[in-house]
């Protein structure tokens, strides 16, 4: 059955594609950067692209994080939004406040920037990730809290399911955690200890929840798998997501002035982090394989599939292979932690939304799935993305061993550009299969558009 108040769902996914839109392309700019130094200098200096770059990134998974919910809680609820207008509102506040904040950037220097938002009342700008106005911040605040007040209530009034109760548990997580935003101490040590706190606990705690409940909702829809079945999964992969998590964040505390117990904790727990994401891949295959009915929307069931093999390739496999200590004493903020950090989203948050939009999009244009010539768009979307994915990877992970060896682990280590220069080769090598991405990405976009015959919903 179908909700009215399902609708609001529909303009937050197609906020959260043209923001993805843009997050690419100005990862292609910073991309070109890397090899060709003074490419849009002065107007677009690397620092401002990669902080355009990252900001988008989370601004277009919270819209995406929104619209899943708003589309998933009247479904499990079996019941109205409490407040379809508030989620109205609330979507035009936060893409006017996430357009304005980037058009600063953009603008004007970010000291400026700094100057004019009232950061010297209470200062909480310039830490990677968490570089927006405080305005904005507390505009974030502001959204989060109507729309966890919007969907609680609804849960309330309605049935209870593990899904929707794991996937509260993951938003109000994610909004308790950003208050650790606000809190910037002027000890370095200290700042960085608590900057984890939003970073790491969203990305390897909350998130994984959010992750866990959008999984298991489309998985119950696509192949008709008892409920209960999915639902024991979903408690066993969140529980070793909470425990290796939590106490994971500790990989972060290595090299920063902390005790050296962090050294043991991080270690041990984040070797077992890769368990919850392997676990994943195992229960969507599992449920994919046991399903009672095929599905009209082959697209959302490739994308869930992906989304379990991509985040435990990322956040497992590529997560773990520095994770230990005395590895990471080596490896820490070379090419391949950014080789990590790119597959993880990708495959753990990127793969999840539009796995969600998938589904859930066509219904909210009156039908039980696209066409089959979008749905094959769509599929070819999934391919060259993810296999541009891949290979962006790899090129970056040869990129971070070779950094390594010569600026690292020699006897004669090289100056940093001196590295730089001798690994140009896997930076043009990654513009490639950047742009290959963004076709990928292209021919997703233009499957919304595709015509074709369809089923009703």
């Not at 993805?20 to 490419?39: A, H, K, N, P, T």
């Amino acid at each position: 059955m179908q909700y009215q108040s399902q609708a609001v769902a529909k303009p937050y996914f197609i906020a959260a594609i043209g923001l993805f839109v843009g997050q690419i392309l100005f990862g292609l700019i910073m991309g070109y950067q890397y090899v060709v130094g003074d490419f849009l200098f002065p107007a677009l200096p690397f620092n401002v692209a990669r902080m355009v770059h990252t900001n988008l990134l989370i601004v277009w998974l919270l819209f995406g994080f929104m619209g899943a919910a708003y589309y998933m809680i009247p479904e499990e609820s079996e019941t109205e939004l409490v407040s379809p207008g508030l989620a109205k509102l609330m979507f035009w506040i936060f893409l006017i406040a996430g357009a304005l904040t980037i058009v600063g950037y953009l603008a004007v220097p970010y000291a400026t920037l700094a100057k004019m938002t009232g950061n010297d009342i209470l200062p909480t700008m310039g830490r990677e990730f968490l570089e927006q106005p405080l305005i904005t911040k507390a505009g974030i605040v502001v959204v989060a809290l109507a729309f966890l007040f919007n969907i609680t209530l609804t849960v309330l009034k309605g049935r209870k399911t593990s899904v929707s109760l794991v996937l509260l548990l993951g938003l109000w997580g994610l909004a308790v955690f950003f208050l650790f935003s606000f809190y910037n101490p002027a000890n370095l040590v200290v700042d960085k200890y608590y900057w984890w706190w939003v970073v790491h606990l969203w990305v390897e705690g909350v998130w994984e929840l959010i992750l866990g409940a959008l999984l298991a909702f489309v998985l119950i829809k696509v192949t008709g798998v008892d409920r209960e079945v999915i639902e024991k999964w979903l408690y066993i992969i969140i529980a070793m997501t909470l425990i290796t998590g939590i106490i994971g964040t500790g990989h972060h505390y290595y090299w920063i002035g902390t005790p050296e117990y962090w050294q043991w904790f991080g270690s041990v727990f984040s070797a077992l982090e890769p368990i919850p994401f392997f676990m994943m891949t195992v229960f969507a295959f599992n449920m994919v394989n046991r399903r009672r009915r095929e599905h009209p929307n082959k697209a959302a069931t490739l994308w869930a599939l992906g989304t379990g093999v991509m985040a435990f390739l990322g956040a497992g496999v590529w997560g773990f292979l520095h994770t230990l200590a005395p590895v990471n004493y080596y490896t820490h903020g070379t090419q391949i932690t950014a080789a990590h950090g790119h597959m993880a989203f990708y495959g753990a948050y990127v793969l999840v939304v539009l796995t969600i939009i998938s589904y859930a999009m066509p219904i909210l244009r009156g039908r039980a799935a696209n066409s089959e010539r979008a749905q094959v768009m769509e599929m070819w979307a999934f391919w060259l993305m993810t296999v541009a994915m891949v290979f962006i990877t790899l090129f970056l992970t040869a990129a971070g061993i070779l950094q390594v060896w010569l600026q690292r682990a020699t006897d004669t280590p090289l100056p940093f550009m001196a590295v730089q220069e001798k690994i140009a080769l896997f930076y043009w090598l990654r513009e490639a299969t950047g742009v290959v991405f963004l076709i990928g990405l292209i021919v997703y976009v233009l499957s919304f558009f595709a015509k074709g015959e369809t089923k009703a919903a």
